[in-house]
């Protein structure tokens, strides 16, 4: 298959064309940082793992590799406990420490292509955690995904980089940093491989209380998402459980294992409701006979 290059983009963010025949690869992304993209991927790779699928994941967050942390003390647990359990397969795309900005890009998009390419073809599902910033990696990450998942804090702080807003009436003004950036890896995407990026949005640490901001918040995320071309996924709530286990490589749906003594409460049924909705939303392939009992 012919890969038609868009000339106003660097190389390094050209997809690469490839017919959607395996893994389904999900990118975690957003370019504000502490939005939850790393708590959700944890999320959505053990709920992967617990259903008996094979999981490839890559952190491109070079700095803070909460992710790469997260399923590492996740290893140590299950080493401590002598348990065998499954656990995710990592692979790691440096950036580049290339002088040239055109060569040190072409060399991270070879290098993450090939992590792409080979994770796709020995597991089910391929995770991608992505930075909070406008990164090379990201870019080609974004391009080459076939799900996005963007997790949102409540705020029009955090909204202004998926659009610009007007202060007096909310109205809808224009797309902003982010939803661009994802308008061009669409476009990219469909021009090499005519395939589509599903791209879902989910809103998280809700508060518990009705505010007017929360509902506020709904209403311009509803009149957004047909414009911007995101679907709405339920979100998390703002609750402990979906934190308190990181050094423990363990989440909500650990509770119970060897090593937790965390008492089963209402918020973490709450919290494992909201991780099957998320799941059901999100529509990934083969999984509904595991989403039913689940
Ligand atoms: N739903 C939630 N409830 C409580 N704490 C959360 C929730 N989601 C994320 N956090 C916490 O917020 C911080 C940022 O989350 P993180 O997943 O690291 O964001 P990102 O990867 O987008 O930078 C972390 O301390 C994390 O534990
Ligand atoms: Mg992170």
């Known amino acids: 298959m012919r890969i038609q290059l868009r000339r106003d983009l660097p190389e390094s963010s050209q997809p690469q064309s490839q017919a959607k025949t395996y893994a389904t690869v999900i990118c975690l992304g957003n370019v504000k940082g502490g939005s939850g993209k790393s708590t959700t991927a944890?999320?959505?790779?053990v709920a992967?793992?617990?259903?008996g699928r094979s999981v490839g994941f890559i952190d491109l967050d070079v700095r803070q590799q909460s992710l790469s942390r997260y399923v590492e003390n996740r290893r140590q647990w299950a080493e401590r406990e002598n348990l065998t359990i499954p656990l995710p397969i990592e692979r790691t795309v440096d950036a580049s420490v290339l002088d040239s900005r055109k060569q040190?890009?072409?060399e991270e998009r070879r290098k993450l292509l090939s992590a792409i390419a080979e994770l796709?073809?020995?597991c089910d599902f391929v995770v991608i955690d992505s930075p909070g910033s406008y990164t090379n990696l990201s870019r080609v990450a974004h391009a080459n995904a076939d799900l996005i998942i963007t997790p949102m804090n409540d705020s029009f702080v955090d909204l202004?980089?998926?659009?610009?807003?007007?202060?007096?009436?909310?109205?809808?003004?224009?797309p902003s940093?982010?939803?661009?950036?994802?308008?061009?890896?669409?476009?990219?995407?469909a021009q090499s491989d005519r395939a589509t990026i599903d791209w879902?949005?989910?809103?998280n640490r809700l508060s518990n209380l009705s505010s007017k901001n929360k509902k506020l918040m709904q209403e311009v995320l509803t009149r957004l998402a047909p414009r911007t071309g995101f679907r709405i996924a339920p979100g998390f709530g703002e609750r402990v459980i979906y934190r308190e286990l990181f050094l423990a490589g363990l989440t909500l749906l650990d509770l119970g294992e060897p090593g937790t003594d965390v008492p089963l409460t209402m918020s973490h049924l709450a919290a494992r409701q909201e991780l099957r909705e998320l799941l059901t939303e999100l529509n990934l392939p083969g999984l509904e006979r595991e989403l039913a009992a689940f």
Do not use: N
């Open 120 to 122: 796709r073809t020995i």
């Open 42 to 45: 944890m999320h959505i790779i």
């Open 200 to 203: 879902v949005l989910m809103r």
């Open 104 to 106: 040190g890009d072409a």
């Open 160 to 174: 202004d980089v998926i659009a610009k807003i007007d202060p007096q009436t909310y109205e809808v003004r224009g």
């Open 177 to 189: 940093i982010y939803s661009q950036m994802i308008w061009d890896s669409r476009k990219l995407r």
């Open 48 to 51: 992967l793992l617990k259903m």
